[in-house]
Antibody
Framework: EVQLVESGGGLEQPGGSLRLTCVAS????????MGWVRQAPGKGLEWVSA????????FFADSVKGRFAISRDNSKNTLSLQINSLRAEDAAMYYC??????????WGQGTLVTVSS | SYVLTQPPSLSVAPGKTASITCGGD??????VHWYQQRPGQAPVLVVF???DRPSGVPERISSSNSGNTATLTITRVAAGDEADYYC???????????FGGGTKLTVL
């Protein structure tokens, strides 16, 4: 059974930084691209970033380009999202998701980022 | 940037058919994936690519895609289908994932 468990969310001030982590199990992690999708309270899904299976390529939404960094450690089955220069509009539930040709076929339960001074 | 347009809401009586549209420029040439999100839960993939379903998703949930509109169809709607539904494509020109704004399906 595929499991994706996110952590690292919390309350941070505007301009601050957070590092989100997703630990994967139940599949061969280094065979799959992975991504992050966020959802602000009461709003729709917003894609944030993605990374290929071997970390060769990364992709970002325009709204986070230059502030967010995505990485993975295939030896530890771990996906990370470094969030810098936090803004109020970054407050959301952040989901880690497994990418396949079928789309995002597995999702974690999310980690909540709150931005407030 | 590429935009996917969904109706914000749709109400359907039990036992009837729900058709949720997703509009985008020449979307018929793209692979469209659909997700269901129940309140308080993570999204779940319900249809991918060309009307394929992950195991466990009933056949009464299907999709079609042509021209500028993709459609998710749910027949014999039941209370358990009440959820938000999102369409998703990969915009290869900008190398970005795009989600539609979501449609809240209410079962009357």
């Amino acid at each position: 059974e595929v499991q994706l468990v996110e952590s690292g969310g919390g309350l941070e001030q505007p301009g601050g930084s957070l590092r989100l982590t997703c630990v994967a199990s139940g599949f061969i992690f280094d065979n799959y691209a992975m991504g992050w999708v966020r959802q602000a309270p009461g709003k729709g899904l917003e894609w944030v970033s993605a990374i290929t299976a071997n970390s060769g390529r990364t992709f970002f939404a325009d709204s986070v380009k230059g502030r967010f960094a995505i990485s993975r450690d295939n030896s530890k089955n771990t996906l990370s999202l470094q969030i810098n220069s936090l803004r109020a509009e970054d407050a959301a539930m952040y989901y880690c998701a497994k990418w396949s040709p079928s789309g995002y076929d597995s999702w974690g339960q999310g980690t909540l980022v709150t931005v407030s001074s | 940037s590429y935009v996917l347009t969904q109706p914000p809401s749709l109400s359907v009586a039990p036992g009837k058919t729900a058709s949720i549209t997703c509009g985008g420029d020449n979307i018929g040439s793209m692979s469209v994936h659909w997700y269901q999100q129940r309140p308080g839960q993570a999204p779940v993939l319900v249809v991918f690519s060309h009307d394929d379903r992950p195991s466990g998703v009933p056949e009464r949930i299907s999709s079609s895609n042509s021209g500028n509109t993709a459609t998710l169809t749910i027949t014999r709607v039941a209370a358990g289908d009440e959820a938000d539904y999102y369409c998703h494509v990969w915009d290869s020109s900008r190398e970005q994932v795009v989600f539609g704004g979501g449609t809240k399906l209410t079962v009357l």
